[in-house]
């Protein structure tokens, strides 16, 4: 702001007949409208703190639902752009989706009907119900003494039902309610009590986080090995997650076929590294991320997210009407640019790679004029490499929504729950946020998956290898 100043000051010696002199001041006076605008802010943060202090209520600190904009803010083509490249969706009628568990025939009552009746076939109607009842069994397990071995044997129940009180369908149970439904651990102790099955909340919390630990282990590590080799690229991002009270990081790395979480309390680049296993051998080529610094220097090729350059120009809030028209021209540029990436994925040529590669530099060596604009559009024409490499392997996305997406499951959990507070909390909620997001990106059930793994069954297809089939 000092070098500003002496900016301002040197108002006075311009001649205001010059040319670009009109540019100079309304940049300035752009300067410091934004300053003025931070100093209401902060004015405004002093005298409700004040106030607090004063055992008074401040200004209520009430969220818009969404970012408002500015009046004629720039938004064209806006909303494709942040949707990504997601295919056509066509409805399919809900009855494919239904399994049918048993079939009922359901004979016509004939009295007082004419007696002329022709039989032609059956109208179908499906009723979809589920049943919730307790399945409590009492094993009665033979016993038996030998006097000449002075040794007593008894039975013994199938080893997934071993020093357990609660069987393979009740533990899946939970486990689904508490990580896809993000119901909390009292609240899954109140449902099942209230109908027959009598559960504590310590009992539900060794459920979730030390039952089949070994195995849900082993499950995750298998996701992430197979992942890892699925494509050529990953994708990663984080977000802060609590470990026991301390501020740590929780870390997404993904792309369409598999999604595998990790916590650690620091989220540099030797972490990162780290859990991609990158001492060791690299099994891809291409890591898509935002700018972080942690992801940079990682894997052979960095790409960047179109998605996240284009937010900082949406940052820019120009109060004057020139540079708002210029704002919007250029976002407006942007967003073709994207639309002409997105065609040249589904036909790509080393024409149309040329063609682009200079419609960056002319689009992004842009002058308007506005000076913060400006400077934005050479911060994005210094990334061109990252941006652009999408042109050398056309399979790879423009944008890091999936893992964007899927660091979101961390975020909704840690406003639920607040953290983990122990090792074995945080070991649990990797691998099960691993296996749920993979067996959504592959069209498994969770429940039913989780269950094989308590009830020690083999998977037909673990989602290791349907990853790899992908």
Same mark, same amino acid.
């Given at each position: 702001?000092?070098?500003?100043? /002496?900016? $301002?000051?040197?108002?006075?010696?311009?001649?205001?007949?010059?040319?670009?002199?009109?540019?100079?001041?309304? &940049?300035?006076?752009?300067?410091?409208?934004?300053?003025?605008? /931070?100093?209401?802010?902060?004015?405004?943060?002093?005298? *409700? +703190?004040?106030?607090?202090?004063?055992?008074?209520?401040?200004?209520?600190?009430?969220?818009?639902?969404?970012?408002?904009?500015?009046? *004629?803010?720039?938004?064209? *083509?806006? @909303?494709?752009?942040? %949707?990504?490249?997601?295919?056509?969706?066509?409805?399919?009628?809900?009855?494919?989706?239904?399994?049918?568990?048993?079939?009922?025939?359901?004979?016509?009552? %004939?009295?007082?009907?004419?007696?002329?009746?022709?039989?032609?076939?059956?109208?179908?109607?499906?009723?979809?119900? $589920?049943?919730?009842?307790?399945?409590?069994?009492?094993?009665?397990?033979?016993?038996?003494?030998?006097?000449?071995?002075? %040794?007593?044997?008894?039975?013994?129940?199938?080893?997934?039902?071993?020093?357990?009180?609660?069987?393979?369908?009740?533990?899946?149970?939970? =486990?689904?309610?508490?990580?896809?439904?993000?119901?909390? @651990? &009292?609240?899954?102790?109140?449902?099942?009590?209230?109908?027959?099955?009598? $559960?504590?909340?310590?009992?539900?919390?060794?459920?979730?986080?030390?039952? %089949?630990?070994? +195995?849900?282990?082993? /499950?995750?590590?298998?996701?992430?090995?197979?992942? #890892?080799?699925?494509?050529?690229?990953?994708?990663? *991002? !984080?977000?802060?997650?609590?470990?026991?009270?301390?501020?740590?990081?929780?870390?997404?790395?993904?792309?369409?076929?598999?999604?595998?979480?990790?916590?650690?309390?620091?989220?540099?680049?030797?972490?990162?590294?780290?859990?991609?296993? #990158?001492?060791?051998?690299?099994?891809?080529?291409?890591?898509?991320?935002?700018?972080?610094?942690?992801?940079?220097?990682?894997?052979?090729?960095?790409?960047?997210?179109?998605?996240?350059?284009?937010?900082?120009?949406?940052?820019?809030?120009?109060?004057?009407?020139?540079?708002?028209?210029?704002?919007?021209?250029?976002?407006?540029?942007?967003?073709?640019?994207?639309?002409?990436?997105? +065609?040249?994925?589904? &036909?790509?040529?080393?024409?149309? =790679?040329?063609?682009?590669?200079?419609?960056?530099?002319?689009?992004?060596?842009?002058?308007?004029?506005?000076?913060?604009?400006?400077?934005?559009?050479?911060?994005?024409?210094?990334?061109?490499?990252?941006?652009?490499?999408?042109?050398?392997?056309? /399979?790879?996305?423009?944008?890091?929504?999936?893992?964007?997406?899927?660091?979101?499951?961390?975020?909704?959990?840690?406003?639920?729950?607040?953290?983990?507070?122990? !090792?074995?909390?945080?070991?649990?909620?990797? &691998?099960?946020?691993?296996?749920?997001?993979?067996?959504?990106?592959?069209?498994?059930?969770?429940?039913?998956?989780?269950?094989?793994?308590?009830?020690?069954?083999?998977?037909?297809?673990?989602?290791?290898?349907?990853?790899?089939?992908?």
């Amino acid at each position: 702001m000092l070098m500003d100043m /002496e900016r $301002i000051k040197r108002i006075q010696d311009m001649d205001f007949s010059s040319e670009g002199v009109k540019e100079e001041i309304l &940049n300035l006076l752009e300067i410091l409208c934004g300053v003025i605008i /931070e100093l209401q802010k902060e004015n405004q943060e002093l005298k *409700d +703190e004040v106030m607090r202090l004063k055992g008074e209520k401040g200004k209520p600190d009430i969220k818009p639902s969404k970012q408002p904009e500015p009046e *004629d803010s720039p938004t064209p *083509d806006k @909303e494709k752009m942040e %949707k990504g490249e997601k295919k056509e969706w066509k409805k399919r009628k809900k009855r494919d989706k239904i399994k049918i568990d048993r079939t009922e025939t359901v004979p016509l009552d %004939k009295t007082g009907m004419p007696e002329d009746l022709e039989f032609k076939g059956y109208e179908e109607r499906i009723i979809q119900n $589920i049943i919730i009842r307790t399945d409590n069994v009492l094993y009665r397990l033979e016993k038996y003494y030998s006097p000449s071995e002075g %040794k007593t044997y008894i039975a013994k129940v199938e080893d997934y039902l071993q020093d357990t009180e609660f069987g393979p369908e009740t533990k899946a149970l939970v =486990a689904t309610l508490y990580y896809e439904n993000r119901v909390t @651990e &009292n609240k899954i102790a109140s449902f099942l009590n209230a109908n027959g099955l009598y $559960i504590s909340e310590g009992t539900i919390s060794n459920i979730l986080i030390k039952d %089949k630990s070994e +195995e849900l282990t082993q /499950e995750k590590q298998e996701i992430f090995n197979a992942g #890892l080799q699925s494509e050529i690229y990953q994708q990663i *991002d !984080d977000t802060g997650m609590r470990i026991a009270g301390k501020n740590g990081y929780a870390t997404i790395v993904c792309n369409e076929h598999y999604a595998a979480y990790f916590i650690n309390d620091r989220k540099n680049r030797e972490t990162v590294k780290g859990i991609l296993g #990158l001492d060791q051998v690299v099994l891809f080529l291409v890591l898509l991320c935002d700018d972080a610094p942690q992801f940079k220097t990682i894997a052979k090729v960095l790409a960047l997210c179109w998605i996240h350059e284009e937010r900082h120009y949406g940052k820019l809030r120009p109060v004057f009407e020139c540079h708002r028209k210029e704002l919007e021209r250029i976002r407006g540029e942007i967003w073709d640019y994207y639309k002409r990436l997105k +065609e040249y994925k589904t &036909n790509p040529t080393e024409e149309e =790679a040329e063609r682009l590669s200079l419609s960056f530099d002319v689009l992004f060596r842009q002058k308007t004029g506005y000076e913060d604009l400006d400077k934005r559009l050479g911060l994005t024409l210094a990334k061109k490499d990252a941006l652009l490499v999408v042109l050398k392997y056309p /399979e790879i996305p423009l944008h890091n929504n999936l893992s964007e997406n899927g660091v979101r499951e961390i975020v909704i959990k840690r406003k639920i729950s607040g953290g983990v507070e122990t !090792d074995e909390g945080k070991t649990a909620l990797e &691998n099960y946020m691993t296996i749920l997001a993979t067996c959504r990106k592959q069209g498994v059930s969770f429940y039913s998956y989780i269950l094989n793994i308590f009830a020690g069954v083999k998977q037909a297809i673990p989602l290791s290898q349907l990853v790899l089939q992908n």
